[in-house]
């Protein structure tokens, strides 16, 4: 748990906008701004000025105090929150070519992700607006596949599975489909890069998961460009 609070606590200090990184952890821990006031003992409005960028940078005091609360808030709730991220944490080790975890600083809308991404929405459209996406996974589809043991599927959710996946080089779709299908655990939005005609098993299998699907023929390092600015 320390070395979990320690990255917490390292990202918001090294971000370049501290206070959206403040909110973006708070959001993901599901905290209102009321329950970390009362556990920190400031007022609502400090919270807000901070997480606003209205107030100077917090101190190494003041971020202490905040993740600690976030874990004891979330302690007093069951703990649900610090099993996942500490069950999801990413490996030290580099990760492997055929996929790339990213991060957001501070969370998005699925339907300003998908409106970034130039996404067409393929199944289940009006579950977009109620999404916040906290990072994404990009993946080589064919490799994850073939090269990633059942075992290893965790590590493609980084800190947290409120994230999109982008599969690259897929044929129809279907494929990285049914791996969903079959996965205990799935991402909140799934998108298909550059696909020409999406496999009819793959839409059915979106809906029946109640997955987002989209399709994007937007060039990926563009995709990247646009979604690491945020």
Request: proline residues 6%; hydrophobic residues 40%.
């Amino acid at each position: 748990m320390e070395e979990l609070k320690e990255r917490i606590a390292g990202e918001i200090t090294l971000s370049d906008s501290p206070g959206s990184a403040m909110k973006k952890w708070r959001e993901l821990f599901g905290i209102t701004q009321i329950e970390l006031a009362k556990q920190i003992k400031i007022s609502t409005s400090t919270i807000s000025d901070y997480e606003s960028n209205r107030r100077l940078s917090p101190g190494v005091g003041v971020i202490r105090r905040f993740v600690d609360a976030l874990f004891s808030i979330d302690d007093s709730k069951g703990g649900s929150v610090r099993h996942g991220l500490e069950r999801f944490a990413p490996a030290p080790e580099k990760q492997p070519p055929f996929y790339n975890i990213h991060d957001f600083v501070a969370p998005i809308n699925g339907v300003d992700f998908s409106r970034i991404i130039e996404g067409k929405v393929l199944s289940n459209p009006g579950y977009l607006d109620g999404l916040k996406l906290f990072g994404y996974t990009r993946l080589d589809s064919l490799r994850v596949i073939l090269e990633m043991s059942p075992s290893e599927y965790p590590k493609l959710f980084g800190s947290t599975t409120e994230r999109a996946f982008i599969f690259e080089h897929v044929s129809n779709g279907k494929s990285p489909m049914v791996v969903v299908r079959v996965a205990p655990i799935k991402p909140k939005v799934i998108v298909l890069h550059n696909v020409t005609q999406v496999d009819k098993l793959a839409v059915k299998i979106a809906q029946v998961e109640r997955i987002p699907l989209l399709s994007t023929k937007l060039d990926i390092s563009e995709i990247e460009s646009r979604l690491n600015k945020i």
